[in-house]
């Protein structure tokens, strides 16, 4: 008998028995190895996992550490940096980055706040990120994990450092960029001075 739905499907014939039976096989193969391949979706372990993965990325650059910092990239990863022509693959990246790495101190990056969302299928992640930073002051990390479907290792597909600007201190900031920042005004005049 094969189940439907609510409807059984009765084999009587012997050969029908026989046809059957490998379809019955297929069916149970088909879900063993959806069992199999299932990725581990269970949020707050992937979310852990993905926040050991960026606190020992900033360790790695805190400690100059070149090799374990960029092994944590995608082999397909972006890093996109604070200017706008900073746009790197990893080959670039670190290109760049590598005379702060021989310099035995690169940058250090502390992340005092994270969100993260894993995708329902396990296999992708968005995080943001603040960081306090020494040189930037603070800033913002955001970007993309992927996971290894043979690992299940989470690397950096993309991750974007930006500076953080509070809205009020905008128009100053576009002006610099600009170039047109207005030179500063001379002090009042002193009480009792004359002009």
């Known amino acids: 008998m094969i189940v439907l739905g609510r409807r059984a499907l009765r084999l009587r014939s012997p050969s029908m028995r026989i046809l059957a039976a490998p379809a019955r096989l297929a069916l149970v193969g088909a879900v063993a190895l959806t069992g199999c391949s299932r990725p581990d979706t269970d949020q707050a372990t992937q979310r852990a996992a993905i926040g050991r993965v960026l606190d020992d990325f900033h360790d790695a650059a805190a400690k ?9 990239f995608n ?24 005379p702060h790495f021989e310099k035995g101190k690169a940058w250090s990056f502390k992340s005092t706040r994270r ?12 995080f943001d990120e603040d960081l306090a930073t020494e040189k930037l002051g603070p800033a913002r990390g955001s970007g993309v994990l992927v996971r290894d479907l043979s690992s299940g290792a989470w690397s950096i597909a993309q991750y974007n450092l930006a ?11 576009r ?18 001075a004359t002009p």
């Open 163 to 173: 500076l953080t600007i509070p809205n009020e201190r905008f128009d100053a900031v």
């Open 115 to 126: 969100a993260i969302l894993v995708a329902e299928d396990g296999h992708t992640a968005w």
């Open 175 to 192: 002006q610099a960029l600009e170039g047109t920042v207005p030179a500063k005004a001379a002090p009042p005049p002193a009480q009792g």
């Open 64 to 72: 100059a550490d070149e090799a374990r910092y960029f092994d944590h």
């Open 75 to 98: 082999k397909r990863g972006v890093f996109l940096g604070t200017d706008a022509t900073e746009r790197w693959d990893v080959a670039a990246f670190r290109a760049w980055a590598h």
